[in-house]
């Protein structure tokens, strides 16, 4: 079992910046992938940005294109923590942010919420315009 616990979120304006932080406990020394979704009511978890890391080969990471160049996932193993640094916010990008980590090893980035089996409980990002 994983745990994982969301931090950073708040109410910023259009263009500031936010870092989210995730804290994981329990089975971390197993976790393949650790990355970010989103969500807004009414509409389907939507992936944001992974990174996996293996002993073999090192840190992969992937990113939405509609984040791509302006959000930068970091992943600390000796801390067991990911992050995502926020930049450029724009109205859209308003949504609840989660935290996702699995320990399956797939040999690419996942994407989909489905293949991801432990979640934090959320945290609220409200960009203004």
């Known amino acids: 079992q994983v745990q994982l616990v969301e931090s950073g979120g708040g109410l910023v304006q259009a263009g500031d910046s936010l870092r989210l932080s995730c804290a994981a406990s329990?089975?971390?020394?197993?976790?393949?992938?650790m990355g970010w979704f989103r969500q807004i009511p009414g509409k389907e978890r939507e992936f944001v940005a992974a990174a996996t890391w293996t002993f073999w080969s090192g840190t992969n990471t992937a990113y939405a294109d509609s984040v791509n160049g302006r959000f930068t996932i970091s992943r600390d193993n000796a801390r067991n923590t990911v992050s995502l640094q926020m930049n450029s916010l724009k109205p859209e990008d308003t949504a609840v942010y989660y935290c996702a980590a699995d320990l399956s090893q797939k040999g690419v980035v996942p994407k989909t919420s489905h293949e991801y089996h432990y979640w934090g409980r959320g945290t609220q990002v409200t960009v203004s315009s």
């Open positions: 329990g089975r971390t020394s197993s976790m393949y992938a």
